[in-house]
């Protein structure tokens, strides 16, 4: 069975410093995967999202960039996090087929002090 | 652009009372999903729809899409705590093989069942 492993499960960080989220997938191969973010009282808002190794597309500009290094790994990231940062962070993967689901991970709460 | 819109966005009810939850989004696609979200938690798949008319039931939930009115709905029944939680509906805008532009998310209904 398929799994994916987000973490850390929470981190606090001081404005300014570098962030570094990470995802793997187990159990499929070629995943689509994707990086949402939840802040606080609103809803899921699409990050990144990526279809193969190096294929990273971004959704909306901010502070933050994603690679995939790895055909099942996926990482977020920011050179220099700002307060807005803060938020709960969700990687997700969905088969590469059309028309399937996604399944998140754990999540990784992140507040930027 | 595409905007999914969930009413009511909270509710409180109790137990034993049926409710609806209603989910409209705003371009023509055929694949609904409805997530569950418990307080500090990730998101739980509840439900896939993948074509006009399609139902799903699962214990005291049931899901419906109708394509042509761009709505489905979530549907309560006999309500209990343990169905206390955050429901979300997203659509997916993806037309071709695999896909991956993600799905677009309604804000959630943020769901309390009282005793």
């Not at chain 2, 409209?24 to 896939?48: A, C, H, I, M």
Request: glycine residues 8%; aromatic residues 10%.
């Amino acid at each position: 069975s398929q799994t994916i492993h987000q973490w850390p499960a929470t981190l606090v960080q001081p404005v300014g410093s570098p962030l570094s989220l990470e995802c793997t997938v187990e159990g499929t191969s070629n995943p689509n995967l994707y990086w949402y973010r939840q802040a606080a009282g609103r809803g899921l808002q699409l990050l990144f999202y990526s279809i193969g190794i190096d294929q990273i597309s971004s959704e909306v500009p901010q502070n933050l960039s994603a690679s995939r290094p790895q055909d099942r790994q996926f990482i977020l990231s920011s050179k220099k996090l700002l307060l807005s940062d803060s938020g709960f962070y969700l990687c997700a993967w969905s088969p590469y087929i059309q028309a399937a689901e996604a399944f998140f991970g754990q999540g990784t709460r992140l507040t930027v002090v | 652009e595409l905007k999914v819109e969930q009413n009511p966005l909270f509710l409180s009810m109790q137990e034993g009372k049926n409710y609806t939850i209603y989910c409209n989004y705003s371009t023509t696609s055929d694949r609904l999903y409805w997530y569950r979200q418990d307080p500090g938690k990730s998101l739980e798949s509840l439900f896939v729809l993948l074509s006009n008319g399609a139902v799903k039931q699962e214990g005291r939930l049931m899901a419906s899409l109708d394509t042509k009115a761009r709505l489905s709905t979530l549907h309560i029944t006999a309500a209990v705590h343990d169905l206390s939680a955050t429901y979300f509906c997203a659509v997916d805008m993806t037309y071709s093989g695999g896909g991956a532009d993600g799905l677009t998310f309604g804000k959630g209904t943020h769901l309390i069942i009282q005793p």
